[in-house]
């Protein structure tokens, strides 16, 4: 075994703390060029090893062993460097390695499909698995890692316990959509939708009714997992597999639920600020600018609460005054649509928004009724530059009225036991869903959903 | 809105500090009955508000305004309590609540299928969403929570990437092992397997292909998400979705897995000891007696690592020996059964231990061949008790080598990608596969793989 290898992360974390990193040994690295440009004397290598966003510049010269390999190693080729950190407080890195040894751990052939040049976010998605090679993508995907954290820190923080709702399941939450069905080969090795489990089973859309359970015994519970939609939507904001984060509360009305959905957003912001500065400074600079801004605005006050009937009114008020919707029809009852919640959150509000109480005949049918008999308690949080981010309810906790409407749409049988819970014990609650994927595109700038997702999955799109 | 209730686990943390509770000004507490009884004059209730494992005692006396709807309150009943932290030095609790006043916040009907008694696994499997309800499925749920937060602070303290890899996918790691097949309605309705991504696909059986692709850009990464089995294997240690903890490391061979996975494991009985004293202490004392000293065991000294060549030798002498196994044939090349594995780790090591460089035939392609040419550079993580709980390897690098595995297999096509990270920049690599739940098991002592996920999915199995 060699000497364990020292990491770019401790670097830059041990001179960031003070420490004169010229005062160490010489040092042994491992990682993959991203450039090399050799000019005779002196060649300059730019080493990423994958654990901090920056590179570091190796420095060598034609006196290195194997200077002749060294100044003709291509982009992408795995080696490890073994040399003197040097201090250059004048340089824009603060730091370089003056390289005594170089030694190839992967080659890399020319036909690197990612060269020097800039690459079209399109022409990475069709080569997803080597883009978080690429800045933007290292850049997208820590931060995914570091906001996955940072959602069980939340939530476990505060005493919420963490769910793995089942992804395979018997039901479907909102009653529509359409899933992905689960076939297994029968005895002839024909497929079969129900031999396995003997009786139809399809990919999950959301964990809420099942977690809705656990609040029951756990009082404050969250899932944070895959959802599947099987819908051919070929938008910057569908996909056929994403996460969904959905805590449900118990002994907690739709104020309350608002409450923890405004904290948990500002907690998501402050957290990728402070754990990923580096990233986050890429995405102001370089995929959206105005970010920090943005950002910024959402920590500064408490979210708008506003009820959808004064919305109605003031977007019908926003036509008369002569403001050109797409879909400029707009009356109580209907569902907004995306350019009518960004007016409202951007050019009303501007700032996040929660819109409340929504007439009941939009709405999912476990949603709470209220006294009025034509809306339910269910809020959606738009904020600018997205439109809806979160969506929320408090949920029916009346066996007899939420018995009634499950009738009515016919999904009554296979969620008997969901009705129960309202028989033994079942108290006010309510819950909220957020798309991960969706609030990392948020969080980043970054436009489409594809370019979140490691390896994404949409309709007539499965290349890995 | 009501005054906000404090928890149970609040009063706990904070007496447990040293804090006189029954200075505090009265309470309010909501949570659900676990038993009533009633003497007339005065009665208990034993309240679970599911924020933590112990119950609060509620003394109630027939002054008490409502005392006759209070006195009827049956097991499973939410309600909220208001009164005053009474300390109790001299009983089993060190506290309780006086009620002032108790307020029926949600009714349970006689028919409620969690009585006082106890009440089988088996039972309560058959009532998976209402368990969790019982301090058994408390404890394991809570375990499970904490736990999964335990792993991602493990790896991400590492600098691990954590890695959504794909659930839908096209490929199969293992090139064996039974898959779930997706399905979508056609333009007829009819359902098709190629319709929606035009292609077949199937729900994932493992992250490690994809996430080591990650690996060759982030270095350290490691997935932690559900996976899927189509196999009717009707045991206590298989369900068809399950959660897997796949890590994979860059510029690592097999002792630097190794050494992770004693780290990791360490850590995780570490971790729970720590963080659910209470859950711990009752699956040691009610499920399985004996916990807390096999799981001591593990911390205290460095795994054993052992050959499989030797270990084939340690059997054949234990057979010679007298030894009796259900399966006595014992040689070179043949896959170890558990009986096999748990005699190694339970008589000869007494503890845990790696076995290693296993016959190339009977493990995977992706390992690395030895420079003998039998077998691969594989190990199995086995620990008394469990037999098998992680297994890893170092994956073959070199393309050539890999190429002729992949073409003699069958499984090229398709995966040239996985390949190509070998001419790219591929270096030395390696990682391992922990079974999420197979881990609760091993922690907790529960014995069934189904009393350890919230809703388990096996064959025939889908209630919820």
């Known amino acids: 075994m060699q000497p364990k290898a020292i990491t770019i992360r401790e670097l830059y974390a041990r001179h960031s703390q003070g420490e004169d990193l010229s005062a160490l040994p010489p040092v042994l690295l491992e990682g993959w060029i991203r450039t090399n440009r050799d000019s005779g004397s002196i060649g300059f290598i730019s080493l990423n090893d994958g654990t901090c966003f920056k590179n570091l510049q190796v420095v060598y010269n034609d006196k290195l062993e194997g200077h002749d390999v060294v100044s ?32 190839v751990l992967g080659d890399c052939s020319a036909d690197y499909p990612l060269q020097k040049k800039r690459h079209t976010f399109e022409y990475l998605r069709d080569e997803a698995y080597l883009r978080p090679r690429t800045n933007t993508f290292a850049a997208v995907f820590r931060v995914r890692s570091v906001l996955a954290l940072g959602i069980h820190e939340f939530f476990q923080g505060k005493g919420f316990v963490y769910v793995h709702t089942p992804e395979i399941t018997g039901n479907d939450a909102e009653g529509a959509g359409q899933v992905f069905t689960l076939m297994t080969p029968d005895a002839e090795g024909k497929l079969s939708d129900t031999e396995f489990f003997g009786r139809r089973a399809s990919m999950t859309v959301s964990g809420q009714l099942h977690v809705e359970a656990f609040a029951m015994a756990f009082r404050d519970v969250y899932t944070f997992g895959p959802t599947f939609r099987a819908e051919k939507s070929n938008t910057t904001r569908h996909a056929s597999e994403f996460w969904m984060i959905e805590p449900e509360i118990a002994f907690a009305d739709l104020e309350d639920d608002m409450d923890l959905m405004e904290e948990c957003i500002k907690f998501c912001v402050r957290y990728v600020m402070e754990k990923c500065p580096d990233e986050m ?122 018995e009634k409407k499950m009738e009515a749409i016919g999904n009554k049988e296979g969620l008997e036991w969901y009705l129960n819970l309202r028989k033994w014990g079942g108290c006010i609650h309510s819950g909220f869903g957020i798309g991960f994927d969706r609030l990392l595109m948020y969080l980043t700038g970054i436009s489409n959903i594809r370019d979140t997702e490691p390896y994404p999955r949409t309709s007539s799109q499965l290349k890995y």
């Open 281 to 402: 400074a890429f995405f102001n600079e370089r995929i959206a600018p105005g970010l920090f801004d943005k950002l910024n605005a959402v920590l500064e006050k408490p979210f708008r609460r506003m009820e959808y009937t004064e919305g109605i009114q003031i977007l019908q008020d926003a036509v008369k005054a002569g403001h050109k919707f797409e879909n400029p029809k707009i009356e109580w009852g209907m569902d907004l649509q995306s350019e009518h919640e960004r007016y409202l959150t951007e050019e009303v509000v501007k700032g996040p928004v929660f819109l409340i109480n929504y007439p009941k005949e939009i709405k999912a049918f476990y949603m709470r009724e209220n006294d009025d008999g034509k809306t339910v308690a269910a809020c959606d949080c738009l904020v600018p530059g997205e439109g809806e981010i979160i969506g929320g309810s408090q949920r029916e906790e009346r066996y007899e009225i939420l």
């Open 72 to 103: 003709h190693l291509l982009t992408g080729a795995a080696i490890s460097v073994y040399g003197k950190i040097v201090l250059t407080p004048e340089m824009k890195q603060p730091f370089e390695i003056h390289a005594e040894k170089v030694e």
